[in-house]
C-alpha cells in the first residue's frame, strides 16, 4: 500500500488527521496500542514493542510521527524506527514535535535533527495546545473541578493552537509528498494569537459564565503536582521548567505556518472556547 502511517493516530491531533485523510481519499493506516477490533485499516503499535513497528510501516510511503509521550528521551525508540522508515524508502516523515525545547533533553534535540536532515521530511514545531484546557488533560481537569489554573508562566504568553490546526497543517504535507516543506525542513505552527494564562482564564470566563482564577505557584510546587499526578520525576522537572521559559517569554511567537501551508487561519481561541463551551461546566464536586 502507498499511503499514511498515522502514529498517535487515536489521540487529538493524530485522529483530526486520520479524518482528513481520508477526506482526501489518501490511504490511512491508524497505529494504536490498542487497534479497534476487526478495522482493516488499524494496526498495534507500541512504541515499548519495537516487534511492532517493522509491520506497521511495511508499504506505507508516508509517516505521522508522534514520539513516545511522556519522556525527556525518546531516540532510544524512535532512532531504530526511523532507521527501518528510511531502509523502507518511506519518503516523507511528517513529525509532531514541539516549540518548546524541554531542559536537560537532548534526545528531543537529536530526533527533530535527525528527521530534519532527511530531504522531504518535516517537523512541525507545535505550539502550546488549547486543547490542554479542557479535560482530561491536568490543566483543563482542574479548571472543571476547582476553576482555577495553577501556573509558574506569570504573564508570560504562548501561541496557542488548536490541535485540530495541526492535523490539518499536517495533511496538506501528507497527502501529496510531493508539497515542498520549507527550506528548514520545519515549520513552527502556533494559533493566531499569543495569550498569557490570564488571558485565556479571562476568555474562558467570558464566554462561559464560569469564573477562573489563576494561581501564580513556583516552578517547584509545579514539578511536585506533576509527580502527584503520576508523572515521572524527569519528566515532571522538565515540563515544570518549561513555565519558566513562558515566563521569560521564550513561547511569546505567532507565525503565519497554518495559513501559508492550508490556506485557511488557525482558529482563535476565543472560537475555541465558544465551541467548547460546555465542558467547563462546574460539576459540582467538592473542591479538594
Ligand atoms: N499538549 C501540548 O501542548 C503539546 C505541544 C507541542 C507538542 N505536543 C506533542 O503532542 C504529542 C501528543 O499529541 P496528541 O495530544 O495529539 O496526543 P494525545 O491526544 O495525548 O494521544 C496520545 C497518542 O499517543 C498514543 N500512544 C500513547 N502511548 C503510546 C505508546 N506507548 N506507543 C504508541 N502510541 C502511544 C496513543 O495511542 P493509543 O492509546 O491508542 O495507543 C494516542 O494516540 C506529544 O508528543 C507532545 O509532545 C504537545
Known amino acids: 500500500m502507498t499511503g499514511v502511517l498515522v502514529t498517535g493516530g487515536t489521540g487529538k491531533t493524530g485522529s483530526a488527521l486520520v479524518e482528513l485523510l481520508r477526506g482526501h481519499g489518501v490511504p490511512v493506516r491508524v497505529a494504536s496500542r490498542h487497534p479497534s477490533g476487526g478495522a482493516l485499516d488499524a494496526v498495534r503499535f507500541d512504541w515499548a514493542d519495537p516487534a511492532t513497528h517493522p509491520a506497521a510501516l511495511r508499504g506505507v510511503d508516508r509517516v505521522f510521527l508522534v514520539p513516545p509521550v511522556n519522556t525527556v528521551d525518546p531516540m532510544p525508540l524512535v532512532g531504530p524506527f526511523l532507521a527501518e522508515a528510511q531502509r523502507l524508502g518511506v519518503r516523507r516523515v511528517v513529525l509532531l514535535g514541539s516549540a518548546v525545547v524541554?531542559?536537560?533533553?537532548?534526545?528531543?534535540?537529536e530526533l527533530a535533527a535527525r528527521v530534519r536532515a532527511r530531504p522531504g521530511w518535516v517537523v512541525l514545531r507545535a505550539s502550546?495546545?488549547?486543547?490542554?484546557?479542557?479535560?482530561?488533560?491536568?490543566?483543563?481537569?482542574?479548571?472543571?473541578?476547582?476553576?482555577?489554573?495553577?501556573?509558574?508562566?506569570?504573564?508570560?504568553?504562548?501561541?496557542?493552537?488548536?490541535?485540530?490546526?495541526?492535523?490539518?497543517?499536517?495533511?496538506?504535507?501528507?497527502?501529496?509528498?510531493?508539497?515542498?516543506?520549507?527550506?528548514?525542513?520545519?515549520?513552527?505552527?502556533?494559533?493566531?494569537?499569543?495569550?498569557?494564562?490570564?488571558?485565556?482564564?479571562?476568555?474562558?470566563?467570558?464566554?462561559?459564565?464560569?469564573?477562573?482564577?489563576?494561581?501564580?505557584?513556583?516552578?517547584?510546587?509545579q514539578a511536585a503536582n506533576y509527580r502527584a499526578a503520576g508523572t515521572?520525576?524527569?519528566?515532571?522537572?522538565?515540563?515544570?521548567?518549561?513555565?519558566?521559559?513562558?515566563?521569560?517569554?521564550?513561547?511569546?511567537?505567532?507565525?503565519t505556518a497554518v495559513l501559508d501551508l492550508t490556506g485557511r487561519p488557525p482558529r482563535t481561541f476565543a472560537a475555541f472556547v465558544q465551541e467548547h463551551a460546555t465542558r467547563w461546566a462546574d460539576d459540582g464536586l467538592p473542591e479538594g
Do not use: C, K
Open 102 to 109: 524541554l531542559p536537560n533533553a537532548p534526545s528531543a534535540l
Open 128 to 221: 502550546g495546545f488549547m486543547q490542554n484546557f479542557l479535560s482530561p488533560h491536568p490543566v483543563g481537569e482542574r479548571i472543571r473541578r476547582h476553576g482555577e489554573i495553577r501556573t509558574a508562566a506569570g504573564d508570560g504568553r504562548v501561541g496557542w493552537i488548536d490541535a485540530r490546526d495541526i492535523a490539518a497543517a499536517a495533511s496538506v504535507l501528507l497527502a501529496d509528498p510531493r508539497v515542498e516543506p520549507s527550506e528548514q525542513g520545519d515549520h513552527l505552527l502556533t494559533g493566531p494569537q499569543a495569550l498569557s494564562y490570564q488571558d485565556v482564564a479571562a476568555i474562558i470566563s467570558a464566554r462561559t459564565g464560569r469564573p477562573v482564577r489563576v494561581v501564580r505557584i513556583g516552578t517547584d510546587e
Open 232 to 255: 515521572s520525576a524527569e519528566f515532571a522537572a522538565a515540563i515544570a521548567a518549561v513555565e519558566d521559559g513562558i515566563r521569560a517569554g521564550q513561547e511569546d511567537q505567532v507565525s
